[in-house]
């Protein structure tokens, strides 16, 4: 591992004062960062440990939403009476995520900004335009069972591996960050991006940047939601295809619903093609079937990934009918 300074503020100014030298990076639970130092695919010349700095509080918002510290254990958010019971979707996503001993440690600023497990990414015998923009990606034409089969590019085919960011991404939740500048926020779909052709970055986050919060807003019919994930074992493990599904049904119809797909692309996938088709409609399963079919009509896999395809069909089909049953 390349020697590195360690910083530990206590104060937000003085972490994001940290954060503008160049080569710097946040440090929380270090689940992601540090794996990837050992493997000297991140070589940051500083470490900045971001997890003294009072953002460890969950805090009720008029309206029935829920703000979210930045430094909040994955295990102490999951557990969460209020997660529970009105985001049953995002404890459910967090339980799905890791084991114990990393939930214990993993926070939620932290999860948010993980990096890609494919494993052209973190060899660096390989060609990866996102560890190096230019060197080309060996995953096209390589093993790629696990990669993206929407939103892919060229340039890179990887998939954001997370669990909370996909049901954060139904809930419609916003991650709140500053800067030296001043503080800003966006919109979990417009805080990650599709590789393009600037695969190096996962995020919009801007340079120096620190999250602070995140926002759930208010979703009375939020109880009625639920998070599947297709995985390789039962225990432990990244998703193949993973459903984050929150649905309102009244005599039969779909009054609203969210939806979004992980394991599928380099961010995670709001169906929003499959919603505008259920909203108004029967909740059943042939409608259900139709919505997801169309939401995955621009699907383009790759040689060892079609799979995913009918996978993820098949798993919003089950998550909404099951959804669509505990509403009736």
């Known amino acids: 591992m390349r020697p590195f300074d360690y910083h530990r503020p206590t104060d937000v100014d003085g972490a994001l004062t940290l954060l503008a030298r160049p080569d710097t990076r946040a440090l929380a639970g270090g689940t992601n960062l540090v794996d990837l130092m050992k493997l000297w695919v991140a070589r940051p010349a500083a470490l900045v440990d971001v997890t003294h700095l009072g953002l460890d509080a969950v805090e009720d918002l008029a309206g029935g939403g829920l703000q979210i510290g930045a430094g909040v254990r994955n295990s102490d958010l999951a557990a969460d009476r209020r997660v529970r019971e009105r985001y049953p979707v995002l404890a459910m996503a967090l339980l799905a995520g890791a084991s114990g001993q990393l939930r214990n440690q993993a926070t939620v600023g932290g999860n948010l900004l993980q990096r890609t497990r494919c494993l052209s990414f973190t060899d660096p015998a390989k060609a990866c335009n996102k560890r190096t923009l230019g060197s080309g990606c060996s995953a096209v034409a390589g093993v790629s069972r696990d990669l993206a089969v929407l939103g892919a590019s ?163 089909v089950s998550t909404l009918a099951e959804l669509a049953g505990r509403s009736a």
Not at 283 to 305: M, V, Y
């Open 154 to 316: 060229p340039s890179c085919v990887a998939t954001m591996p997370g669990d909370m960011g996909v049901a954060l991404s139904a809930l419609d939740a916003v991650v709140h960050h500053r800067t030296l500048d001043g503080a800003g926020s966006l919109a979990v779909d417009n805080f990650y991006r599709l590789p393009g052709d600037t695969p190096e970055r996962d995020t919009e986050l801007p340079p120096g940047a620190l999250v602070t919060t995140v926002e759930l807003p208010g979703l009375p019919f939020g109880v009625v939601s639920t998070y599947r994930k297709a995985r390789d074992r039962a225990s432990y493990a990244f998703a193949l295809v993973s459903v984050a599904a929150v649905l309102d049904v009244t005599d039969g119809v779909v009054r609203d619903v969210r939806l979004s797909l992980g394991g599928v692309a380099h961010k995670p996938w709001r169906a929003r093609r499959a919603e505008e088709l259920l909203r108004g409609g029967p909740a059943t399963p042939a409608a259900f079937a139709a919505a997801a079919a169309a939401e995955l009509a621009a699907a383009e896999p790759l040689k060892d990934n079609g799979f995913k395809v009918p996978l993820a069909q098949r798993l919003v």
